[in-house]
């Protein structure tokens, strides 16, 4: 059988509770990770596709390379254990050639590494992206290059810049990873699509790296945000020459947090803010008690969580690490201890020393024009983090959108690309050229 010279990726998809058993072991190339493999099962509603999805094509050039990508991509079928939605959700798995800006990024590829990547316990609402056997688009012209803007010790943290080609003055969007402030990198930017969009708006993105929790805690984490904020201000002018008067800051998750946060803690403020299923507070319920959705999944050991967490300071994590990492997140996510191991304070008995570092309570009417992209069936982040800062930016007369749909789940954004989703990023861009 062929085996591909391209990388194994996620491209995007739905884990949820349980992966049943199945009959048939598909090839090795196909591995998962290390002793699971893909399986086939032919029952009804179940099957097997063979089509790469869009945004995995998109900005390659090889015919060649598509075509073998689309001949290897395959789709497993995912059902829900007893007492759940019994509708069939799938996961699709995806070679992406070399050349695509994620290439640095190597997850193993199991349930709880996707918990990693997004910080979800069972995203709802997924389905693979299926794109008709056409040419892929154009891809803009642009180049991507690292800097370290920040130094702690030996630690160099990093930042990568993607810009579009030519010497004009950019503006920028300053891009914040997720993964629950605990895992992943810099490397996990935006799906390819909505990269080479923005790309091809004009905007110069840059992903950086900050100190993860919880060897580093929370103030030290945003402090990472605010040097890199002021970092892209002083230097980017003459290193990647963008505006530093027009800066967008954007997230995902852990990342639109902080995204909220910037909004009243940087200076200047940013012009605009945009916030993928991001919170605006992190001592409520939701975080400060045991998740039920992350206790539908096997009890981690606090030996076996802390084991992964228990080293120097790092800045960045990928692979088996994301997946060891991820431990220790859902352990504190099953036991309600997530704000506490992050801050290292106590959000019920020192709720006080949170004033600063949750961005809700702090909006007032000089706050930056906000759009929120956030699903009802989000079963991670729930939707009413962003129903609750709405109605707060309204109430303070702060330009505003909402854009939200009944089946997104927790990283909707990676999900196909629908109608409704390509919607989204039409309003997330006239958002941004409104504002920037």
């Not at 050349?99 to 709880?112: A, V």
Request: hydrophobic fraction near 35%; charge should be positive.
């Amino acid at each position: 059988m062929f085996r591909p010279h391209a990388e194994m990726r996620i491209e995007t998809g739905l884990f949820t509770r349980r992966l049943r058993s199945l009959t048939t072991e598909y090839p090795s190339p196909f591995s998962l990770s290390p002793g699971i493999s893909v399986r086939r099962r032919k029952k009804a509603g179940q099957t097997f596709g063979g089509v790469c999805p869009a945004s995995h094509t998109n900005g390659m050039s090889d015919p060649k390379t598509i075509r073998r990508c689309r001949q290897l991509t395959q789709i497993c079928s995912v059902r829900h254990r007893e007492g759940c939605d019994s509708r069939m959700r799938e996961t699709a798995l995806t070679i992406r050639s070399r050349s695509h800006p994620m290439n640095d990024f190597k997850p193993n590829i199991t349930r709880r590494h996707l918990l990693a990547l997004t910080g979800t316990a069972a995203a709802t609402g997924f389905r693979p992206a299926f794109a008709a056997d056409t040419a892929p688009p154009p891809t803009p012209d642009y180049t991507k290059e690292t800097h370290v803007y920040k130094t702690v010790g030996d630690l160099e943290i990093k930042a990568d810049v993607y810009r579009p080609a030519g010497n004009k003055a950019r503006p920028a969007i300053l891009w914040l990873h997720g993964g629950a402030l605990i895992i992943a990198s810099r490397a996990l930017v935006p799906r390819t699509l909505q990269l080479e969009r923005y790309i091809a708006s004009g905007y110069t993105l840059i992903s950086i790296d900050y100190r993860l929790a919880p060897e580093t805690k929370l103030p030290e984490i945003v402090k990472d945000m605010e040097d890199a904020y002021a970092w892209v201000r002083s230097a980017g002018p003459d290193l990647f020459n963008i505006d530093p008067e027009r800066i967008a800051v954007m997230g995902m998750s852990a990342g639109a947090f902080l995204t909220q946060l910037a909004g009243f803690r940087l200076k200047p403020r940013p012009k605009v803010l945009v916030s993928f299923y991001g919170y605006g507070d992190i001592t409520g319920p939701w975080l400060a008690e045991p998740h039920p959705e992350f206790n539908s999944t096997p009890p981690i050991p606090k030996e076996k969580a802390f084991a992964a967490v228990s080293g120097a300071p790092i800045a960045a994590s990928s692979g088996s690490e994301d997946v060891k990492r991820n431990d220790f997140n859902v352990y504190c996510r099953q036991s309600g201890l997530w704000t506490n191991e992050v801050s290292g304070h106590d959000p019920i008995k020192e709720k006080a020393w949170f004033a600063d570092y949750e961005a809700r309570p702090n909006i007032t009417a000089s706050y930056p024009p906000t759009i929120l992209l956030h699903g009802e069936s989000d079963a991670d982040v729930p939707y009413e983090q962003s129903v609750m800062t709405v109605k707060v930016l309204a109430a303070h007369g702060v330009d505003h959108e909402f854009v939200t749909n009944p089946r997104w789940g927790h990283a909707f954004d990676y999900a196909k690309m629908d109608p409704d989703i390509q919607q989204a990023f039409d309003r997330v861009s006239a958002f941004l050229h409104t504002h920037l």
